[in-house]
């Protein structure tokens, strides 16, 4: 009736109001948090399943909000990208990340690398390659110890653009991985002409894989393909047994995931995954 059409519009209006509200608060206190630093780094490792080595580590970030605790990325970073906030966040990250491996070199403990997730927003700007390389300068660090995490889309535009940051990335030595490989638009054309050196296979295709015959078909051609374009290949989002028989059983062994562990403090991780390398 009219009377029901007129209620829902004027729910809907409030929970439209009270959500752009939260984000204004929301975007306020990640103003915030940026200028006083309210964020940590979780670390987690990625092990060769044959060794059981943790061969790198992904770093993710966390929001810790004074008032709401943890806050996981997902519910600020989309906030972040819209803001352009996003940009000073990837700035901390990636000197956080600098701070910490000159940290462990410090102490003595033997590097490995670690990687960042760039947004596609910081990826596409000018500059990229030469601010990542002034970061590496001041903190003396060879590129072969950060690892970038980029998505399909942003290297679908701006061809030429794309070409030369990824070539002076390169040089740099800096690895380049395509995250979330699989779930965006792609011809994988790209992989070739950008000398991509890995990717990194998304959880949707490795959840319940020995049991959905699709997603486990959708991975070999990954794996498969990759490998023969000389690439390395993660698989992300590894839980079970089950799972990582089946990436086995496919030659992929670079795993990332629960089954492992799940991205924890860098005290947490150098405890269970530094020092305990056998
Ligand atoms: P992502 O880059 O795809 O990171 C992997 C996400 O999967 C992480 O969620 C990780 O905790 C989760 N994960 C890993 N293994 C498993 C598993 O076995 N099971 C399940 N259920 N989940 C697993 P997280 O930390 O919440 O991060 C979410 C997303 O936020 C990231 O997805 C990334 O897109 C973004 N993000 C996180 N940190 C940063 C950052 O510093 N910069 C930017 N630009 N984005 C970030
Ligand atoms: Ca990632
Ligand atoms: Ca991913
Ligand atoms: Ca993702």
Redesign the pocket.
């Known amino acids: 009736s009219k009377e029901l059409g007129r209620n829902t519009y004027q729910i809907y209006d409030e929970s439209m109001r009270r959500k752009s509200e939260q984000l204004f608060f929301l975007e306020r206190d990640l103003r915030k948090a940026i200028l006083k630093s309210e964020f940590i780094a979780?670390f987690?490792p990625r092990v060769n399943a044959l060794t059981g080595e943790t061969i790198s580590a992904?770093?993710?970030?966390r929001w810790e909000h004074p008032v709401m605790g943890l806050i996981?990325?997902?519910d600020f970073?989309p906030l972040a990208e819209e803001t352009g906030l996003?940009i000073p966040?990837?700035k901390w990250?990636k000197r956080k990340v600098c701070e910490q491996l000159v940290a462990w070199r410090k102490a003595g403990i033997p590097l490995i690398p670690i990687s960042?997730?760039?947004?596609s927003q910081r990826f596409l700007q000018k500059g990229f390659a030469k601010d990542l390389q002034n970061l590496l300068d001041e903190f003396q660090l060879e590129g072969k110890w950060l690892e970038i995490?980029i998505t399909e889309n942003s290297i679908m535009k701006n061809e030429e653009y794309i070409l030369q940051t990824l070539r002076d990335l390169k040089e740099l030595g800096v690895k380049i991985y395509i995250?979330?490989f699989g779930t965006g638009y792609s011809s994988f054309n790209y992989l070739k002409t950008f000398n991509i050196d890995g990717i990194k296979i998304d959880?949707s295709f490795i959840q319940n894989i020995s049991s959905k015959s699709e997603n486990a078909s959708i991975t070999t051609a990954m794996i498969k393909m990759a490998q023969h374009l000389k690439m390395d290949v993660i698989a992300?989002?590894?839980?079970t047994k089950e799972e990582l028989m089946y990436l086995l059983e496919q030659n992929c062994y670079h795993i990332?995931?629960?089954?492992f562990g799940?991205?924890c403090s860098i005290e947490e991780f150098e405890a269970q995954f530094l020092f305990q390398k056998s």
Not at 236 to 239: D, H, L, W
């Open positions: 979780h987690q992904e770093a993710l970030i996981s990325p997902g970073i996003i966040l990837g990250m960042v997730n760039i947004s995490e995250d979330d959880r992300e989002g590894v839980e990332q995931g629960y089954y799940k991205p």
